[in-house]
């Protein structure tokens, strides 16, 4: 089909699509909080001719927009972000994903009433947390998708790569308290427990492999300096480029705890605090359809990197049950990190207004160009099928 269309509707609420991300932008909200920002792309969808359903799985700032054509054809889901950085607001860049994610799939649905098929956006609370992503795959809610897309805003245009799997594992030691000066000797420390944990993590790394991350605070380490404390608290993340792997360290890094508690005579309690996340497995198929969307709209093929690790994503869940891509996309010109003040305040200036646009755009073109060729979306649903026999990725 001829794309100008799509990219003419996309134009033709671009004020408003500015407006919006800017808006979500000076009212940051937590994860599973986001109720401005779901209620503003909700009713942008409505407006724009989706049914809504909000709150779905029981969670009150999720949702599922839907547009169905009259035609059959592959079903196409756009992926919205939403939530905030604690004390750094949208350090993340999740103000412009959940707008360019909706307004893609406002593109894509001229695409659709052209040619058939079915065009999704599902709100997604909380990705820095707990995020909505895992339960909604674990329930099924991606099974009959034929493609999930989604792009996040960088310094610099990368294809869809790879994220590391993570476990976030919380450890409470218990104690005895008792008087550090007067009666030490009839107490258990509960920090000691703690302190021993780290010592013991510090030497598990040497016998890690280089994609192994484990990092962790102490939450609680005791109330005064002279009681010997009672409790103490820690928090890690376990991350490694594979799901097996992750578990494996996962066990080491809970035998650690084990004998941190058998050394100092606490009690130990473990329990995952967060959602596990699966690592990224990318469709390449997909990935190189919406790279060629990005060099048709103007972006050199030079300027569009290899795709690399940056930390875990919740999507990485939902790769495991369709196609998915997860690229990133340039929205400021200066090398600035993400989770930094510095790329918050550059994400909210017309320059990141306008790469969010472009971002919209490509995915639009992407869900057109599997729209309009049933081959593309059967190769790209072969691919998906090989990487579960092959044990890379799991349905």
């Known amino acids: 089909m001829d794309k100008s269309k799509i990219y003419a509707e996309i134009d033709r609420l671009s004020n408003r699509f500015k407006d919006i991300s800017l808006e979500i932008g000076r009212n940051p909200e937590l994860g599973h909080e986001e109720f401005f920002a779901s209620g503003q792309l909700t009713v942008l969808l409505e407006d724009n001719g989706f049914e809504v359903r909000r709150g779905i799985l029981g969670l009150p700032t999720a949702f599922l927009a839907t547009y169905r054509s009259s035609k059959p054809g592959p079903t196409i889901a756009f992926l919205a972000e939403y939530d905030a950085l604690p004390e750094l607001g949208h350090a993340c860049g999740h103000h412009i994903i959940g707008v360019m994610s909706s307004a893609a799939a406002i593109g894509a649905k001229v695409a659709a ?54 476990d976030a594992l919380q450890f409470d030691f218990r104690g005895r308290a008792a008087h550090a ?85 606490c009690q130990l309690h473990y329990f995952n605090y967060e959602y596990s996340y699966d690592e990224l497995v990318t469709n390449r198929t997909l990935s190189d359809v919406y790279t060629k969307n990005l060099t048709q709209l103007g972006v050199s093929p030079s300027d569009i990197h290899e795709g690399e690790d940056h930390g875990s994503l919740d999507l990485g869940n939902v790769s495991r049950r369709c196609p998915s891509i997860h690229p990133f996309l340039q929205v400021v010109d200066s090398c600035l990190q ?40 059967a190769a790209i649903r072969e691919e998906f099928r090989s990487a579960v026999r092959n044990g890379t990725n799991a349905e």
């Open 113 to 166: 009433e052209e040619l058939g098929g079915e065009i999704r956006v599902y709100g997604t609370p909380a990705e820095e947390t707990k995020g909505a992503k895992v339960p909604l795959s674990a329930e099924g809610w991606f099974d009959d998708v034929d493609a999930a897309l989604m792009a996040h805003p960088y310094y610099r245009h990368e294809k869809s790569g790879s994220s590391l799997a993570m």
């Open 181 to 265: 000066a007067a009666a030490p000797h009839e107490g258990i420390n509960a920090l000691d427990g703690v302190i021993q944990l780290f010592n013991a993590i510090n030497a598990l790394r040497q016998q890690l492999t280089p994609d192994v991350r484990i990092h962790g605070i102490i939450t609680n380490g005791g109330k005064a300096a002279n009681i010997i404390p009672d409790f103490a608290s820690a928090q890690f993340y376990v991350r490694s480029a594979t799901r097996p792997t992750t578990d494996e360290v996962v066990r080491k890094v809970i035998r650690c705890a084990e004998g941190a508690a058998l050394q100092t005579g």
């Open 338 to 377: 993400l989770h930094t003040e510095a790329f918050r305040d550059e994400a909210m200036k017309p320059r990141a207004m306008e790469g969010m646009l472009l971002g919209a755009r490509a995915l639009a073109g992407t869900a057109a160009d599997l729209l309009a060729d049933p081959a593309l979306v």
